[in-house]
């Protein structure tokens, strides 16, 4: 499973219609409305490279609002229950 974080500059009248619209793509898990430099982060979870390329550029991109994006790819999860398994089994 490969993880995007995708952050979003939106047209300023659109960014609840951008989130729902975003949010109802298949591969987007979570659409968050922020504070800071992009307007939108949306988290995609997808199996493969071509299935970014499909949900990022092919749909997310075109959406009517969004101005601009920034896609970031994840390499590890560092969550609370990943280092609370480690420590249960002794792991540093």
Known sequence: MLTAIVMLNITP???TGVGK???AIDG???VYSTTGE???IAIVRVAS???IA????DQIAKVDG???LITHLA???????DLDAAFDIGLD
């Open 13 to 15: 009248a659109k960014i």
């Open 21 to 23: 619209k975003v949010a």
């Open 28 to 30: 987007v898990a979570e």
């Open 38 to 40: 992009a307007d939108l």
């Open 49 to 51: 490279h071509d299935d």
């Open 54 to 57: 499909n949900v990022i550029s």
């Open 66 to 68: 969004v101005e601009k």
């Open 75 to 81: 390499f590890r999860t560092y969550s609370r229950e």
